[in-house]
C-alpha cells in the first residue's frame, strides 16, 4: 500500500464532536477531502446541517446530527442514529469543550468546575466507551482527543480547564493501553494558541497576543485548518503504528522556556 492509500479514509465513518466550527469543522473537513463519511455534531441541529450542507455541495460526504455532549442520553442516541444510517463507526474525535471561565483557581464556582469536567472529561469517556463495540466489531479504530498546550505546562486563569485537559491525556493513554488488543488506537492532539472563537479572550487582547507572539518561534498564533494534517494521519492507516500518543501543534510553545 503507497502513502497515498495509506492516507485514504473511503469506507471509513467519523463523528468529530464540536464541528460546527473551528477546529472540529476544519478537522472534519480534512477527515472528509481524504474520503471518510463525516458525521458534523454539536447542539445545534441548524448549525449542524449548515456545515453539512457546505461540505455536501463541495462533493464531500457529510451529515449533521445534534448532540449536547454533556448529556449521557444524547450521547447515546448520536452513536444509535450514526449505526443505523451507516452501520459502523471508524473514527472518533473527541473535540468539543468548553471553558466559561477565565480567572484565579480559587474564584472558580464549584458548580461552574464540575461542568468543565463533565464536558471536558466525562464526555469524551462517556463517548469513547459507546464507541468501543463498534471498534471491537470492527476490530479497528481511531480515537482522537483533541487536548491543549494548557494540559502540558501550567499558565494563568485557565487552571481548571487546564486540570481537565491534563486529565484528557492519562485518558488517551489508558484507552491506548487497555483497547489496543481490540485494534484500537487512541491519541491525543494538544494545539496551541488557535484562531477561534474558543479562544477569542486569549488572541483578542492585543497585550496578550503581542506577549505569545514574541515568545514563540513561528511568531503568530495558529489556524484551525493546521490541525487537520495531524488528525489525518491519526485517523488513518498511515499512523497505525502511532497510539498512546500527544502530539503538539502549537508553533513551538512548548520549547520556549
Known amino acids: 500500500m503507497n502513502i497515498k492509500e495509506q492516507f485514504n479514509l473511503e469506507g471509513k465513518v467519523a463523528i468529530i464532536t464540536g ?12 477527515l472528509a477531502e481524504n474520503g471518510a463519511q463525516v458525521v458534523i455534531s454539536s ?55 468548553i471553558n ?22 466525562k464526555a469524551p469517556w462517556s463517548l469513547s466507551n459507546l464507541v468501543l463495540p463498534h471498534f471491537k466489531a470492527n476490530k479497528n479504530g481511531s480515537i482522537i482527543n483533541i487536548a491543549s498546550v494548557e494540559a502540558l505546562t501550567p499558565g494563568f486563569g485557565l487552571g481548571i480547564y487546564s486540570t481537565s485537559k491534563a486529565a484528557i491525556l492519562m485518558l488517551t493513554k489508558n484507552q491506548a493501553k487497555e483497547w489496543g488488543q481490540y485494534g484500537v488506537k487512541a491519541n491525543a492532539i494538544c494545539p496551541g494558541l488557535i484562531k477561534t472563537k474558543f479562544s477569542a479572550a486569549l488572541w483578542q487582547n492585543d497585550k496578550i497576543l503581542s506577549k505569545i507572539k514574541k515568545s514563540l518561534p513561528s511568531a503568530r498564533m495558529g489556524m484551525p485548518e493546521e490541525m487537520v494534517g495531524l488528525a489525518c494521519l491519526l485517523a488513518s492507516d498511515a499512523g497505525n503504528y502511532m497510539t498512546g500518543g500527544v502530539y503538539t501543534a502549537d508553533g513551538g510553545f512548548m520549547i520556549t522556556g
Open 19 to 30: 464541528s460546527s466550527k473551528g477546529i472540529g469543522k476544519a478537522i472534519a473537513k480534512g
Open 100 to 121: 466559561p471561565v477565565f480567572g484565579p483557581l480559587e474564584e472558580v464556582d464549584p458548580a461552574i468546575f464540575d461542568k468543565i469536567m463533565d464536558v471536558n472529561v
Open 43 to 97: 447542539r445545534s441541529q441548524e448549525a449542524c446541517d449548515a456545515i453539512a450542507k457546505e461540505f455536501t455541495a463541495e462533493g464531500l460526504k457529510a451529515v449533521g446530527i445534534a448532540c449536547h455532549i454533556g448529556k449521557e442520553d444524547q450521547r447515546k442516541e448520536l452513536i444509535n442514529k450514526i449505526i443505523e444510517a451507516f452501520g459502523r463507526i471508524d473514527i472518533l474525535v473527541n473535540n468539543a469543550a
